[in-house]
């Protein structure tokens, strides 16, 4: 009884053909979303201790997106902020930042 149903429960398979086509309908419908909103995204590259990055944050007012490290060291933190990135705050943290163009993901 309990596998007839979960048999029931099981998608219909689809094409690759069909699946590549709703894939990329999917993620162009993310990049118009993402479009719309009218937040910036910065990559955000520095030295600094953990403390030093939750500060940079805070006076950026900035939503962490992403963030790469190496092991257990920040190398850098994508964030999505309201305004453009200040230069004096990234002087001020010893931090460079890449702006992203969310049209060409």
């Known amino acids: 009884m309990i596998a007839e149903k979960i048999l029931e429960l099981k998608p219909t398979p689809m094409s690759k053909d069909e699946f590549m086509k709703k894939t990329k309908e999917d993620y162009k419908n993310k ?9 910036e995204r910065y990559k955000v590259s520095g030295n600094l201790h953990v403390w ?4 940079f944050r805070r006076e950026i007012n900035g939503k962490i997106i992403e963030y790469d490290a190496i092991g257990n060291i920040i190398d850098s933190i994508t964030y999505e902020v309201e305004k453009e990135m200040d230069e004096n705050i990234l002087r001020k943290y010893g931090l460079t930042a890449e702006k992203i163009n969310l049209k060409y993901i």
């Open 31 to 39: 990049l118009l979303l993402t479009n719309q909103c009218s937040k």
């Open 52 to 55: 030093g990055w939750t500060d």
